[in-house]
């Protein structure tokens, strides 16, 4: 089995995750050990095989193969040279551009030599052995899949096995385990590649749980076009932050005891959040004190650990967490609610993150929590927060909610 190469994903040639995104030729030139179930003679310990997945040749062209030359350090000629060489009775070749790719499609009339040359593939003087790939079929797709859950057994049932198990949803192309990078233990996930004909009434549908051979196991199967479904408890048709299984929905709501719901969503709240507005009559202060009482905040707030504080609070805040809150989503649009935003910002100490999840808020749900941190959170010691420790400038002196 080979591995594939994407970010914190096996290198092919080490079977690891490798931390650094490799190029597109370096990972699709490397050996494809899936080849040991098509019986590729063992004495060949330079094999490569050409991953090339594309529809090849012409209605009125003979059967072709693909090349992958991208490991070979030989200029183009001369590899054309040595092609031609090697098989006198080619129909010719076309070549392929496909990123830095060096992939040359080669052309054969007799069904003789065209099996041979797609069993031995080609030698070079080195002992390296370049064997093709047979071109796509016109009606086929192309379907890329993630694989979870696998059983932890020996690499040839795990081999015979994902093979097995896929071949019923169309023509396994590809396919790997995944390890860890540090570890280099297998962890029950891998990857394949299918080629599914729509046009054959044979094959399945794909599907997310997959069973695996001759045993009551069952793996996990995801693509890109796949539909809704569930990665918590493996349904189709909700999201995992909808999932009735998931562990939040069995919680306690620590404002009323009961599970099933979050405090966030209460409707059993002893008492309703009080409203909150500024008041606009500034306290008349002199510069000088506004000074003293800055350098005095500022050095007294340099002292204080507020990691305890901020962890209280977030607590608190992630029970408001909306279901369907992304943390790459960007803020939104200031609302009526900003100064009531602003004041909890600039009255609780709180995480970056945390601040993000305000943000999203709406304006009930920010009125509750706003109550439950003014009845269970710890605000900062100092009224009025310097810029240097919150890193944001300080609230208005004038501010005091009602």
């Not at 040279?81 to 040359?104: E, M, Q, T, Y």
């Not at 093709?132 to 057994?153: C, E, G, I, K, N």
């Not at 919680?251 to 599970?259: D, K």
């Amino acid at each position: 089995m080979s591995s594939q190469n994407l970010t914190k994903l096996p290198d092919k040639e080490t079977g690891t995750q490798n931390r650094q995104r490799l190029s597109y030729a370096k990972a699709t030139r490397s050996p494809s050990l899936i080849r040991d179930s098509l019986k590729t003679p063992k004495d060949r310990k330079y094999a490569v095989h050409s991953n090339v997945w594309k529809v090849g040749g012409s209605p009125a062209s003979c059967p072709s193969l693909f090349f992958d030359f991208t490991s070979r350090p030989e200029h183009r000629s001369e590899i054309l040279c040595h092609i031609n060489k090697s098989f006198p009775n080619n129909c010719g070749v076309r070549l392929h551009s496909d990123h830095a790719r060096r992939i040359v499609e080669l052309f054969i009339a007799d069904k003789k030599d065209y099996s041979k040359i797609n069993f031995m593939g080609i030698s070079f003087p080195d002992n390296q052995c370049i064997l093709p790939s047979t071109p796509l079929s016109p009606d086929a797709r192309l379907v890329h899949l993630q694989l979870s859950d696998l059983p932890f057994t020996t690499r040839d049932k795990l081999s015979k096995g994902i093979q097995t198990a896929l071949s019923d949803y169309g023509n396994v192309l590809d396919y790997g385990i995944l390890r860890d990078h540090d570890s280099h233990l297998f962890m029950g996930k891998g990857y394949a590649t299918l080629e599914i004909n729509n046009a054959n009434s044979d094959t399945i549908p794909l599907r997310h749980t997959v069973a695996w051979p001759n045993s009551d196991d069952l793996f996990h199967v995801t693509w890109a076009e796949m539909p809704l479904h569930c990665l918590h408890c493996h349904q189709a048709g909700h999201a995992t932050s909808a999932c009735p299984n998931r562990a939040t929905r069995s919680r306690v709501c620590w404002s009323c005891g009961q599970t099933g719901h979050r405090a966030a969503k209460c409707f059993n709240r002893k008492s309703k959040p009080d409203s909150y507005s500024p008041t606009t009559t500034p306290l008349p202060r002199s510069p000088s004190s506004q000074s003293a009482n800055s350098q005095s905040s500022d050095i007294s707030m340099l002292k204080l650990d507020l990691s305890p504080i901020e962890s209280h609070n977030d607590n608190i805040i992630n029970e408001y967490t909306p279901d369907d809150f992304d943390e790459n989503m960007p803020l939104p649009t200031p609302q009526s609610t900003s100064s009531l935003l602003s004041h909890i910002h600039h009255t609780y100490p709180m995480s970056d993150q945390a601040k993000h999840i305000t943000a999203f808020l709406t304006p009930s749900a920010l009125e509750l929590l706003a109550e439950s941190l003014k009845q269970n959170g710890q605000p900062f010691l100092s009224s009025a927060p310097s810029s240097h420790f919150s890193g944001s400038p300080s609230p208005p002196r004038n501010y005091s909610p009602t």
